[in-house]
């Protein structure tokens, strides 16, 4: 995949990133997916007791207490980590003001995991410890539903004007992309559709994290088909610059480009 270079690949090191993103609607501020978090114990060394300046680099844009709504495209420790903050021995909401939008479906996943991880068979010992479930559900999860801001959504509706949940299953049974539109500009947040860019020339290359390899090999198939040789801007959730990209047809697979291109 030649067009991996020199944008995305530099030598034998793939551009990757964790994002937070930011949107603003003419009724809403919202945050989509909340990134890996402060002080979280995790068993992956990347993602344990981080002490970052996130907040107060958030708090330039826009002071917390003005997000209307947290958007979660599922549920995994490096989406939901700042749901919540450290603040008096517990964890608590990081965004008091705002609803946060979970799929049902996606919740009872992980309830069902992390009451019962027998459960769920598809996960490697690898997969398991990056997943960390019963940790992350108990400091990023649980305190939200406990403070009763959760409002239970839907795949493929409207959750506010020009924002849409797209049902993207695979990596998770209940993953979301966010379809952003506007007059007759669009984008799309693919989540973890796509963990890194090579996988849009590979559809065939699944993380051990995916709940369902398979489904989300078709999933990929799906989004590609949809989105190529469009104007929709794709934002890849994990992609490093550039994160803003088109995807296009080449030959009998597909590519990126770099929206600034």
């Known amino acids: 995949m030649q067009w991996l270079t020199p944008s995305y690949r530099r030598g034998d090191k793939i551009n990757l990133s964790i994002h937070a993103l930011l949107v603003e609607t003419p009724t809403h ?10 002080a979280k114990r995790r ?3 990347l993602f344990n007791e981080l002490d970052t300046d996130f907040l107060a680099r958030l708090d330039e844009v826009c002071p917390r207490n003005e997000v209307d709504m947290v958007i979660c495209t599922h549920l995994h420790n490096d ?5 919540t903050q450290f603040v008096d021995g517990r964890w608590v909401p990081t965004y008091p003001d705002a609803r946060y ?10 309830t069902k995991y992390v009451n019962d991880p027998a459960t769920v068979d598809s996960y490697t010992e690898y997969a398991q410890d990056a997943l960390d479930g019963h940790e992350v559900y108990r400091d990023s999860i649980a305190p939200i539903v406990e403070a009763g801001l959760v409002d239970w959504v839907e795949p493929d509706r409207e959750v506010v004007p020009g924002v849409t949940l797209v049902s993207t299953p695979g ?23 796509f963990h890194t860019q090579a996988q849009v020339g590979r559809l065939d290359w699944s993380v051990q994290m995916d709940s369902a390899p398979d489904e989300a090999a078709e999933t990929r198939r799906i989004f590609l088909e949809r989105f190529a040789d469009t104007s929709t801007l794709v934002l890849g959730t994990h992609f490093g610059t550039p994160t803003g990209n088109y995807i296009r047809r080449d ?8 929206a600034e291109s």
């Open 29 to 38: 501020k919202i945050v989509i997916d909340t990134g890996v978090g402060n």
């Open 43 to 45: 068993k992956w060394d």
């Open 79 to 83: 989406h939901v980590g700042w749901n």
């Open 101 to 110: 939008c979970f799929v049902r479906s996606e919740y009872d996943y992980w």
């Open 171 to 193: 990596h998770t049974p209940g993953h979301v992309s966010v379809l952003l539109q506007s007059g007759e500009q669009s984008a799309v947040i693919s989540g973890d559709v």
């Open 251 to 258: 030959r009998d697979s597909f590519k990126l480009l770099p």
